[in-house]
């Protein structure tokens, strides 16, 4: 049995593919523990994964609406902070282990994770030409390296990277050759593709996270809907409150749902770009409208890559209810969207992304 543990952050999208590569290793028979924000405590525990809390964590506070600055310091400042690089470190002397699993942005994490000697794995859950594109280049890469945590050195240093995603849409996958880098498939919960219904459900989720300009595009989104023969199902996140929005007759608004639930119903999702709703509902074999809420993401570039594919539409966030409609419209009602989502889906489901992650990983302790 191998001691594993887990360093993540409550992050949104980053946390799911984290924790069902925890649950197969716990499946497996090995102890796994994970480090990360009490919000995160409940989704580990239903796993049968040992938690516990950041002791010096930084001021943590995603799931509000916030400026971008105020983001980008929030950020800077949980994933180089000295005292999470300390947690980590008091972790893996408070416990033996074996095995340190590192989420890819937490530069402080894996420095300290390094120094221990303790073999560990930096998983990339989104497309890693993102992380090696704008994210190591813009601002939180720049921010990392005047702080000595360069990310492309803290990577390479690691004994494994992991990709939890397809390597075909992943542009980094389509062109690099590096046999460092391990592309396991996307991790998702879809068993089958979805079966619509009539009238066509759609479902809107934007994010958890509270970008500048969100309400506005959830507005445009419903103003949009009231000319659809559609049922829409709107999910808001705990970034925002849905009160004062106007809502018409064929909208339902929640703050939260369970997507899983309803996928497999839907016909079309309208979403940001984030990763883990994108490649659940392409799993399902849905075509979407993708709407990304922020520059320094990877949203707009899991956008422009679905877009490509034939799997959906790519619009700005101020997009107008006209733009909307019209794009909803064709994703209802032409065939080749359903086409190319319903093919990249079936190819989703034929990898079991998290059984290949642990398969990758425990290559490291089983000796």
């Not at 416990?95 to 530069?107: A, Q, R």
């Not at 949009?224 to 608004?253: C, H, M, S």
């Not at 490509?308 to 966030?317: F, H, M, S, T, V």
Request: charged content about 20%; some cysteine; hydrophobic content about 40%.
């Amino acid at each position: 049995m191998a001691r594993i543990l887990i360093v993540t952050l409550e992050g949104g999208g980053n946390y799911p593919p984290e924790a069902a590569l925890g649950r197969e290793l716990h499946r497996r028979g090995h102890h796994v523990r994970v480090l990360g924000h009490e919000s995160q405590r409940k989704v580990a525990e239903d796993a049968g994964l040992a938690f516990c809390s950041y002791r010096h964590s930084p001021t943590w506070t995603p799931h509000v609406e916030l400026s971008t600055a105020k983001v980008l310091t929030m950020a800077l400042a949980m994933t180089t902070d000295a005292a999470v690089a300390r947690d980590v470190n008091d972790e893996i002397t408070r416990e033996p282990t074996d095995l340190v699993i590192v989420d890819c942005m937490l530069f402080n994490a894996q420095d300290a994770a390094a120094r221990t000697g303790v073999p560990h794995v930096v998983l990339f859950h989104t497309f890693f030409s993102a992380f090696d594109g704008s994210f190591r280049h813009g601002p939180f890469g720049i921010g990392a390296r005047l702080r000595g945590l360069g990310p492309k050195r803290l990577w390479e240093q690691a004994d494994m990277r992991l990709v939890c995603s397809d390597r075909m849409l992943d542009p980094a996958g389509r062109r690099h050759s590096n046999r460092a880098l391990i592309w396991t498939g996307a991790i998702h919960d879809a068993k089958a593709a979805a079966v619509g219904r009539t009238p066509p459900r759609v479902l809107v989720s934007l994010s958890t996270g509270g970008f500048p300009g969100q309400r506005r595009t959830y507005q445009n989104i419903f103003d949009a809907a009231a000319g659809i023969d559609a049922e829409f199902v709107v999910t808001t996140g705990p970034a925002i409150d849905p009160a004062g929005l106007r809502v018409p007759p064929n909208a339902t608004v929640h703050r939260y749902v369970p997507h899983h639930e309803l996928m497999p119903t839907c016909s079309v999702v309208v979403g940001h770009g984030g990763h883990a709703t994108t490649f659940r509902a392409l799993a399902h074999g849905l075509p979407m409208l993708i709407m990304p809420m922020s520059a320094v993401t990877d949203q707009a570039m899991i956008g422009r890559e679905v877009a490509k594919a034939g799997a959906g539409i790519r619009l700005r966030k101020t997009a107008s209810p006209e733009h909307v409609r019209a794009a909803l419209n064709s994703l209802l009602t032409e065939d080749g969207y359903r086409t190319a989502a319903g093919e990249l889906g079936a190819r989703l489901r034929g990898v079991d992304g998290a059984s290949a992650a642990a398969d990758r990983v425990l290559t490291l302790v089983d000796h």
